[in-house]
């Protein structure tokens, strides 16, 4: 059967905008549908014209898209608005059809980095009176929503005069931009100081392209922000971590208002809120460097945020102590002693496990710190059974940043293929405090040296000795 592509306008919102291109990318090849584009947007730009071969794959990748305002099919797209009413009046007589019964409609003007008044809008929407649309308006729940978009740049400080591009389209489908409010960590029952957003979270679980009946797992789950998300995609969750107190809801309140947690704060009261309980299997208190799964045991993704030590511990369960015995009458009761677990041995674990416990062709989707200046693509962990499929920064401050890795599992590893210390990662944590250090001693120089010029200016002006 042949396809009839066509084009459709996406446009993004304007936050977390180095993800953008990898999610859509990533739902792509989740739906497994192909698309057609010169070439992809620019880092700010917030629209990107593409072409579907039909609406419903528009429509699914679309609605699965957290990045995503909205998606119309592309009636129009000019430099000015002249133009652009001469392209919807030269279409074909038949273009309109489909449109000119008596359907409800509504058109609405949008503008990026301009504000227009609401009588500014009307004037707009009324030169659009000559489209052969013959059905009553209908504001609130068209069965045909058209939208003119004037684009004035991403300067919102210094718009042109006139925008740089103009579009105008039917609305096909929204992004899922509303889930984020929904599962905003404001009002969850449960979150911890390193609680993923959820926008971040959503946007991790789509870089793993989970679906539905999907088995997915967080080795370092914290709070658990990310099951939220994969479950919400129909991802079957497990998770564990070294934290026995967090993971039974008995660290302190992160909330500065709430002086003790509730009796049942848990990751599980969190799926119940949203409705996810039945796709929580269960979270273990385990040291991931001492991995209990069976060789045999295998899953569609792993999904996670490892520690880097900034806000919270990089520890495994061991002891520096040679010959460290424990009699066995304290056993019941003793809490083992824990050792540093640097970044580069975590990522080593972190990339043999997922070689090992990954279906082929599943996703790893982990966060890696990086300082800005040391990155380069070959500081990443490597593994050779994981491809990298995907690497977006998140920059955190001036200096650092995070790197959204995904992995897709190419094959079954052998045990060549384990890989050792990988000494080209660097220990975020340990140049981190240095850093800090260095910054620090800086600041508290450059102080004291601004105290002493303006003791000296003072004297000057009163001649003081
Ligand atoms: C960045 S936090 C994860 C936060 C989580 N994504 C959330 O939304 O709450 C990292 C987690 O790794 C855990 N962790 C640290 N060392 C660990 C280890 N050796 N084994 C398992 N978990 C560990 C910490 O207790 C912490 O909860």
């Known amino acids: 059967m042949s396809k009839t592509w066509k084009k459709y306008l996406l446009w993004f919102a304007q ?22 584009y010169q070439e992809v947007p620019k880092y700010n730009d917030p629209f990107w014209i593409v072409e579907f071969a039909s609406e419903e794959e528009a429509k699914l990748v679309a609605s699965r898209s957290v990045s995503l305002r909205n998606c119309l099919e592309l009636w129009a797209h000019e430099k000015s608005l002249e133009k652009l009413h001469e392209t919807l009046k030269n279409k074909e007589k038949t273009f309109y059809s489909d449109f000119s019964n008596n359907k409800s409609f509504k058109v609405e003007v949008e503008t990026f980095c ?8 009307i004037e707009k929407i009324e030169t659009f009176s000559y489209l052969p649309l013959k059905g009553p308006v209908n504001l609130k729940n068209p069965e045909l929503h058209l939208q003119y ?17 103009v579009f105008f389209g039917r609305l096909v489908a929204n992004g899922l931009r509303q ?20 926008q971040l979270s959503l946007l ?12 997915v797992l967080d080795p370092f789950v914290g709070s658990g922000s990310l099951l939220v998300a994969a479950a919400q995609f129909g991802g079957y969750v497990f998770g564990s971590d070294i934290d026995y107190l967090m993971l039974h809801g008995k660290t302190k309140p992160t909330r500065i208002n709430q002086k003790v947690r509730e009796k049942d704060e848990s990751v599980k009261a969190n799926m119940r809120q949203y409705n996810l309980e039945h796709r929580y299997l ?24 490892p520690p880097y030590g900034i806000r919270e511990a990089t520890e495994r369960v061991g002891t520096t102590r040679e010959n460290f015995l424990i009699n066995e009458k304290y056993l019941p009761t003793h809490i083992p002693a824990k050792t540093e677990y640097g970044i580069p041995t975590i990522y080593r674990d972190l990339l043999n496990f997922s070689a090992k416990h990954l279906q082929i062709g599943g996703r790893l989707v982990c966060w890696f710190p990086v300082f800005r200046e040391d990155y380069t693509e070959d500081c990443l962990p490597a593994h050779p059974c994981l491809k990298i499929v995907a690497n977006c920064e998140q920059p955190l401050s001036m200096v650092t940043s995070r790197r959204l890795l995904t992995y897709e599992k190419l094959k079954q590893p052998v045990l060549e293929d384990l890989t050792i210390m990988d000494n080209r990662i660097t220990d975020f944590r340990e140049k981190y405090f240095v850093v800090r250090e260095v910054t620090r001693k800086e600041r508290r120089l450059k102080e004291a040296q601004t105290r002493r010029d303006k003791w000296e200016i003072y004297k000057n002006l009163h001649k003081v000795n």
């Open 149 to 165: 978009i004037e684009y004035y740049g991403t300067r919102a400080n210094d718009p042109p005069l006139k925008p740089y591009h």
């Open 15 to 36: 936050e977390h905008i180095a993800f953008r291109v990898a999610e859509i990318q990533a739902l792509l090849s989740l739906y497994q549908i192909e698309i057609k």
């Open 282 to 305: 269960d979270i273990l208190v385990n040291d991931f460097s001492m991995v209990f799964w069976k060789d045999s045991m295998k899953f569609d993704s792993i999904i996670t945020d």
């Open 114 to 121: 301009r504000h227009f008044t609401q009588k500014e809008k």
């Open 204 to 215: 991790m679980a789509n870089q793993a392209r989970v679906k539905n009946g999907d088995l």
């Open 179 to 198: 889930l984020i409010k929904q599962l905003s960590l404001k009002t969850r029952k449960f979150i911890g100081n390193t609680s993923m957003d959820p």
